[in-house]
């Protein structure tokens, strides 16, 4: 039972973490340019370092971390 709350209490704060994706922010901050591709480069690398622990605290491994990671990381660059 505390595997349970505990996996659902560490989805919700992943989810969190990336409540608006990369391009919006990027649209909010009106970035263009230089300035747009550094700020994606940087969010990018957040999100995966975020969905690659969260994979990690999850013990997921093979098709299921490879399943996690590309919807993790769609959801928080927002493709």
Same mark, same amino acid.
């Given at each position: 039972?505390?595997?349970?709350?505990?996996?659902?209490?560490?989805?919700?704060?992943?989810?969190?973490?990336?409540?608006?994706?990369?391009?919006?922010?990027?649209?909010?901050?009106?970035?263009?340019?230089?300035?747009?591709? &550094?700020?994606?480069?940087?969010?990018?690398?957040?999100?995966?370092?975020?969905?690659?622990?969260?994979?990690?605290?999850?013990?997921?491994? *093979?098709?299921?971390?490879? &399943?996690?990671?590309?919807?993790?990381? &769609?959801?928080?660059? *927002? &493709?």
């Amino acid at each position: 039972m505390k595997v349970i709350v505990l996996a659902a209490a560490l989805s919700l704060v992943s989810g969190a973490a990336f409540a608006a994706s990369c391009k919006v922010e990027a649209g909010n901050k009106k970035l263009a340019g230089a300035a747009l591709t &550094s700020f994606m480069t940087k969010c990018e690398s957040d999100a995966k370092a975020t969905c690659e622990k969260d994979s990690t605290a999850r013990k997921l491994a *093979g098709a299921a971390k490879d &399943s996690h990671m590309k919807k993790c990381l &769609s959801d928080a660059v *927002g &493709s």
